[in-house]
């Protein structure tokens, strides 16, 4: 039996993957500090005796014994990582060398969970891991944006300068139920938009794109990554490279529900990339893995969670 931590593990890719890990049968400490994420999301592994639960920040050093880390402790959202930069910055950094030390400390194996946003506002289409990205080093996004790809630095010395075993997964934009109601990103804001009948709010023109991949699909390729031999260290993508304009989007949801509501156009915050798809060869390589679920399938559990939320919730999806 391995015992595994998972930091962030009360978020919405989390909580699932500390369900996947359960089902395998590993014993799950699961570390979240709710800054973001919800004990509902766990409320139903509470009484797993595999199942631990710990509050705890990031941002300070944790002791525990563990044969693996997956360190997904980070608010994702443009909205929620934007809304305490200094915390974000915190988070990924100092999250990451409190990780890495434990994992040194207890020679685990340790995944990271980076973002596609190491690729900023791409010059390059579709992304390989090879490319270095545009990002600004001082915009709104870089809180998030140069945090994770400090992360993924500080991956790597320890990998080089210590021999530890560590992983690196790209994550492209990923959605699916549990994801928080009010996070402000593209699939749950259109989805309970159009669910409620109200406006769709597009930014832009909506021509910027983004490859939406399944949760499902995602903690998969996590969990395979995380099994591959010590010398493969990643950066691996993992996302679906189903490429959509945000306008396509809106309309297939509004399809998907059929809604009422309306497209409206709001501005589009700086920074914003005008393009991001993956390119998985690598993933389909190493991983042997490559994404199931098609868009409007996984639109479709997206909705009927959402839907059951508001039915059951809506003070949470007003919060
Ligand atoms: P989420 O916000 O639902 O989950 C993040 C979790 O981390 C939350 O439960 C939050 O409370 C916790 N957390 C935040 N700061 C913490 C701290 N200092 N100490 C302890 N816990 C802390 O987001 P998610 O979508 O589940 O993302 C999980 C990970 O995957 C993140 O690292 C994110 O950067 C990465 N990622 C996600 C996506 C996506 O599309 N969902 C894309 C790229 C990368
Ligand atoms: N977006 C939008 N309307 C919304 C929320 C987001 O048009 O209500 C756009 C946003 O400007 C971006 C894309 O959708 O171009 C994806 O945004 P999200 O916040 O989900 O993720 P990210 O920008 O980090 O990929």
Redesign the pocket.
Known sequence: MRRVLVTGGGGFLGSYLCEKLLERGDEVICVDNFYTGSKRNIMHLLSDPAFELVRHDVTFPLYVEVDEIYNLACPA???HYQRDPVQTVKTCVHGAINMLGLAKRIRAKILQASTS?VYGDPAIHPQEESYWGNVNPIGIRSCYDEGKRCAETLFNCYSMQCGLRTKIVRIF?TYGPRMHPND????S??ILQALQNNDI????D?S?T?SFCYRDDLIDAMMRMMDTPDEEHGPVNIGNPGEFT?LQLAEEIIRLTDSKSRIVR?P??AD??KQ?RPDITKAQKILGWQPVTPLRDGLVKTIAYFDELLKTDPDFCRS
């Open positions: 959202s443009p909205v946003e934009n402000g990103r593209v699939v804001n259109f709010t597009i930014y832009g909506g910027q983004r945000i709001q589009l915050p914003d990339p991001r």
